[in-house]
């Protein structure tokens, strides 16, 4: 029996800049950002979206009342929290209708989260494989204006129903992971921006790679040669990149080039959102199969998950028959199209505009946000959504 993916959904928020745009805007070389960091655009969450509603919306993208029925566990990876008690997925369960016999909670370890959540559901369905798992990986990641994280941030929301018999990938049953201790990237609690040593944080993230990437390979006996395409976390596109370039030598060179052109097909969609810490993995698995030519039933697929701080694990699936016509590009051509450039000058407005701390009441307005599920209003310390 298999287990693994069977849909997959993601939301991006309403608006974006330009990155050219914001290196004008900045005085710096366009090329540093748009060839240096490998980021053409940036997803812009208005205050109309938050982690809550951004999740709801990636998994209306496929949720039925079929799945409704069957989820018994609800898991959010973020690193956005807005509540140190309540959870996310909470709000989230609630929002989308599942039954209410499952389990709700959130997993926090920066931006292996939604990893950590996928492998717990592995785990239930494989004991009860009639039962499906939701997990869903949602952030916006903010370093301030004018700051050398900004051209990394991103916002967004992926989610995926986790099933026996899955119509998109099969996962492997073994995988390697590691963690240890270190300060690459934090955010206390009374920060509202990350705390980030990038020079530090590039080194670890590379050497976590190779650390769990020699570990899977002794427990597993495969080798590169045995995969279509490797996925990373991607904090910006040209990380992966450097990460994967450390194993290519490991394979010839017709498959380096394989390899490579699947990878320039996985970054495409995060080249255009940013940063989602917890969910950036799988955009970029997403945007793997939704660009690829080349990939086939029963190709073999590695997944990189980095989260700060630090855990690193390297798992692996294979693409199960009908995962092509399972993928719901129509609905993510619409969502990009729909999307609204904005200028750096409404960015900096939106960026800077924040909920009350206080208790106090602010009704928001939707503005030009036509999503199905937004943030609606804040009073007592309380969030209320609105469904459209």
Known sequence: MKIGIDKIGFYGPPYYIDMVDLANERGDDPSKYTIGIGQAQMAVAPLSQDIVSMAVNAALVFLDDEDRAKIDLVVVGTESGFDASKSASVYVHELLGIQPHARSFEVKQACYGATAGIQMAKDYVTLHPDRAA????????????????????????????????PRILQLDS??????????????????????????????????????????????????????????????????????????????????????????????????????????????????????????????????????????????????????????????VAEMFAAREQITVAEYERIFSQSLPKDGGELVIPAEKDSSAVRLAAVREHKRFYEIN
């Open 174 to 331: 073994e995988s390697a992971f590691y963690s240890r201790d270190i300060m690459d990237f934090w955010r206390p609690s009374y920060s509202e921006y990350a705390m980030v040593d990038g020079k530090y944080s590039n080194e670890q993230y590379i050497a976590f790679f190779k650390e769990v990437w020699a570990t899977y390979k002794q427990k597993t006996a495969h080798s590169l040669a045995d995969f279509a395409a490797l996925c990373f976390h991607l904090p910006y596109t040209k990380m992966g990149k450097k990460a994967f370039s450390e194993i290519l030598n490991e394979v010839d060179e017709d498959k380096q080039k394989a390899l490579l052109e699947n990878y320039q097909s996985s970054t495409l969609l995060n080249r255009n959102v940013g940063n989602i810490y917890t969910g950036s993995l799988y955009l970029s698995f997403l945007s793997l199969l939704l660009n690829s030519n080349t990939l086939n039933a029963g190709d073999r697929i590695g997944l990189f998950s980095y989260g700060s701080g630090a855990v690193g694990e390297f798992f692996s699936g294979t693409l199960a028959p009908a995962f092509k016509a399972s993928l719901s590009a129509e609905k």
């Open 134 to 165: 939701l997990v869903i990986g949602t952030d916006v990641a903010r370093y301030g204006l004018a700051t050398g994280g900004e051209v990394t941030q991103g916002a967004g929301a992926i989610a995926m129903l986790i099933t026996a018999n």
